[in-house]
């Protein structure tokens, strides 16, 4: 499948989840198209942050390599699946779906439904990066279950 992740910045969960599903379907044997993005051009051609990079690393995922990018309406057509870290994610991608495409936008969490939220929460606002990675791995998991 095709699927691209999406959250405000993509600096810090859009890329931690792009790097973690990944890293499941190489071990899968899975050969799945995975990016991700993000709905604001803050950090355009940035690498992920530095405390997620390390925290990520810590657990075998090596994100040092990806590099912001701005999500596009063109990304309605090039993926699959498209899957949004919160609510306000969904709202901002919804805007820029062109007439006529069905492509389905998910939360992550709806691929963790044993998970306490529905929303990745911003680390880079909570400062909590085991926590998100935590539940990025839940939903990652459900998510190439559900994709199989
Ligand atoms: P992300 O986190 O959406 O998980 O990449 C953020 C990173 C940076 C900012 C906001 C959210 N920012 O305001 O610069």
């Known amino acids: 499948m095709r699927i691209v992740f999406v959250c405000l910045g993509n600096i810090c969960r859009s890329p931690a989840a792009?790097?973690?599903?990944?890293?499941?379907?190489?071990?899968?044997?899975?050969?799945?198209?995975?990016?991700?993005?993000?709905?604001?051009?803050?950090?355009?051609?940035?690498?992920?942050?530095?405390?997620?990079?390390a925290a990520a690393a810590a657990r075998g995922v090596d994100l040092s390599?990806?590099?912001?990018?701005?999500?596009?309406a063109e990304d309605f057509d090039s993926f699959d699946l498209i899957?949004?870290?919160?609510?306000?994610?969904?709202?901002?991608?919804?805007?820029?779906?062109?007439p006529g495409n069905a492509t389905p936008v998910q939360l992550l969490l709806d691929h963790a439904p044993?998970?306490?939220?529905?929303?990745?929460?911003?680390?880079?606002?909570?400062?909590d990066f085991e926590t998100a990675?935590?539940?990025?791995?839940?939903?990652?998991?459900?998510l190439l279950a559900a994709t199989g």
């Not at 044993?114 to 400062?127: I, L, N, S």
């Open 133 to 142: 990675l935590d539940l990025i791995e839940a939903g990652a998991r459900g």
């Open 65 to 72: 390599a990806l590099r912001a990018r701005r999500f596009t």
């Open 18 to 53: 792009e790097g973690v599903f990944r890293a499941l379907c190489t071990a899968a044997g899975r050969a799945d198209r995975v990016d991700s993005a993000g709905t604001s051009d803050w950090h355009l051609g940035s690498p992920p942050y530095g405390e997620m990079v």
């Open 114 to 127: 044993g998970a306490a939220t529905r929303e990745v929460p911003d680390p880079y606002y909570t400062r």
């Open 83 to 98: 899957i949004a870290m919160d609510k306000q994610n969904v709202r901002d991608i919804e805007r820029l779906r062109p």
